[in-house]
Nanobody, 121 residues
Framework: QVQLVESGGGLVQAGGSLGLSCIAS????????MGWFRQAPGKERDLVAA????????YYADSVKGRFTISRDNAKNTVYLQMNSLKFEDTAVYFC??????????????WGQGTQVTVSS
């Protein structure tokens, strides 16, 4: 099994920046893709960004392209999400996720507990 623990959420003003981190533990050698999802109240959980194990391939939702950057440090078993130019609509609970397969935009196997990001307008 794999355990994921997020950190870095909080309150930020619109236009500001925030960075999220997610540390994986357990059977980390089985992890290929890692991603960040978010879920706003009353909405579905959507994939925001994802990255391959090699970091060669990335995926971004259209709503965050050019503003968010996903990165990964396999030596530290950590994935990051740098969020810039934050908007009110970015407010959500952000979840770290990992999967054994290489595809980025699909069902994930392991999930963190989530961290709240609130953007004030």
């Amino acid at each position: 099994q794999v355990q994921l623990v997020e950190s870095g959420g909080g309150l930020v003003q619109a236009g500001g920046s925030l960075g999220l981190s997610c540390i994986a533990s357990g059977l980390t050698s089985s992890i290929q893709a890692m991603g960040w999802f978010r879920q706003a109240p009353g909405k579905e959980r959507d994939l925001v960004a994802a990255i391959s194990r090699s970091t060669t391939n990335t995926y971004y939702a259209d709503s965050v392209k050019g503003r968010f950057t996903i990165s990964r440090d396999n030596a530290k078993n950590t994935v990051y999400l740098q969020m810039n130019s934050l908007k009110f609509e970015d407010t959500a609970v952000y979840f770290c996720a990992a999967r054994r397969g290489v595809l980025l935009n699909t069902i994930y196997d392991f999930w963190g507990q989530g961290t709240q990001v609130t953007v004030s307008s």
